[in-house]
């Protein structure tokens, strides 16, 4: 199992997607900083600073930057990656044509298939890592850190006007690494059910986004308030309790608990189904 | 089939935590705290109608049914929003009988509803006319007996569909309360347009949401928001009407929004709030 995970570990850092992954993120950040130059640009009729929002001198810094990047990121881009990364798992596999010869070596099937979703597991955290320390520096080197100022409304994380210490936002943006980690498993596990429903990684990809973003716009949409607590993608957005100034602990570990529910539930079924599977590729 | 019976044993764990935690299960739901203290009451309730009706000011024919609401709240002052004229003022107060002989009435230069203040009481009255924002506000100071305490409530109706307008009108009310002396005891009553969730987890960064979310920032810097726990105070789920207190001596003994009293079209409910004198 270790050779194989080992081996997995070796293809996917040779493979262009893993690039890709991070390349897009690199991208997404650029975007990110030419957005907050402009707006700020636009906000104090030239004066590039972004001061005057919340009437705080200090409000606009690397880390408030940070966590607008994460949280948009967290929107699309990042689900986008990882629906394509848990699709491709092992529809790219039936695609290439070497799903059967991976099944020749003495390794079942359920290990195959767990030992590629914790690889992809360990991408998906990898990823997360980088795309936070990156957006940090950048913050760093752009505007500096400071305190992470929070206001109620935009990111929807506090009641009232608060503030965390940078030293204490900084440990809170290692713990939304994990949470992160956590809540994109269920998109993975859903990505790999597709992966193994479908011969061609590009329709297990585009299936697993379709059911994204239907549940995540559904989960926004007033008509379907009594529906949306059966929307994954609404628990899906525990990861960023962890900026609150006090964690509510029982609707974390609330949301997490049904993350990883689902997450189990989608790689159970996925599982049954690649064991039962005639692969004929 | 170990590693399926573990994961089935892992969906059956997470299914059990997330029932252990389910904050609906956990949540204590303890009654309002009753008190013969002495105090003060108010109810401020917009009584307007949705947006997409012709005229989406109060309706006349709805005017005995709000003396209703009005007559069993049983409070101190009323603060409604969108009264379409003055005669709606005096039908009200003629079914309410004598019960609220004082009224006040903000006008404004680009409107065409009115914020009206009832009491019980008998008030000094100031008119606020933000400009730019073109709404007036009604400011009325009542003095209350035993012990003696002199409240200042203020009718605010901000603008809808400009969340510049509601940041003004913000701005305004805290340079008011600064400028004005004898304003220890400041309560602002009405419906403010603040939408800061519409849906949780549903926002991105908007023009819109940073404004509301200065304004909001910038009352909470004087004044507390007594109707957090209150719920939404429209039939659409959202919390735009408000209830902020600056004061030192007043005690809130209960906030809550009253629900099932809406007729006609109507889209807000009405939002009580009780408190007692220290």
Known sequence: ?281 | MDVKFFLAGLFLTFVCGAWYFDPERTKAVSPPALTDSPGFSLLTWNVGYFDDELDSRAHSEDLSHIASVISGAGVDCINLQEIADSNQVSTLKGLLGARYPYDAMGKGSRTDRYVVTLSRLPFENETLTPSLVGRDSVAVRFDVSSPPLSITVVNCHADAFNSRRRRLLANYLIDWEDRAEGKKNVLLAGDFNLDLTPIESSDLFTDDKKNDSEAYSLLLRRFRDLGGQAGPTSIFNRRIDYLFLASENLETVEVRVIQGKVVGRMDHLPLLGRFKVK
């Open chain 1, 1 to 281: 199992m270790l050779t194989f995970v080992r081996q997995e570990i070796f293809k996917l850092v040779k493979s262009k997607l893993f690039a890709l992954s991070f390349l897009v993120l690199i991208a997404f950040v650029i975007l990110m900083l030419w957005g907050f130059y402009t707006y700020s640009k636009h906000k104090t009729g030239g004066q590039t600073e972004f001061k005057y929002t919340y009437e705080n001198a200090s409000y606009f810094n690397g880390l408030i930057f940070s966590l607008y990047s994460l949280y948009f990121a967290f929107q699309i881009i990042i689900p986008i990656t990882v629906s394509i990364l848990g699709g491709t798992q092992i529809a790219g596999e039936a695609r290439a044509g070497t799903l059967r010869f991976l099944l020749t070596r003495p390794l079942s099937r359920s290990r195959l298939f767990l030992g590629k979703y914790l690889v992809t597991a360990l991408h998906v955290y990898v990823l997360l890592v980088f795309f936070v320390v990156l957006n940090l520096l950048v913050g760093l080197l752009v505007v500096g850190w400071g305190d992470l100022s929070l206001y109620p409304g935009p990111l929807n994380l506090v009641k009232e006007p608060s503030r965390l210490q940078e030293d204490e936002a900084l440990l809170r943006f290692l713990y939304a690494t994990v949470t992160g980690t956590w809540s994109l498993m269920t998109l993975t596990s859903l990505a790999f059910l597709m992966s193994v429903s479908f011969e061609n990684p590009i329709v297990a990809a585009f299936c697993t986004l379709s059911i994204y973003v239907l549940f995540s716009v559904m989960g926004r949409v007033d008509f379907f308030v009594d529906l949306k607590p059966y929307f994954f993608t609404v628990d899906m957005e525990f990861w960023r309790d962890v900026f609150k100034p006090v964690i509510p602990i029982n609707e974390f570990l609330y949301r997490t608990c049904r993350c990883g529910m689902y997450t189990v539930a989608f790689l159970l079924t996925g599982l049954i189904i690649f064991e039962r599977k005639d692969i004929l590729t």
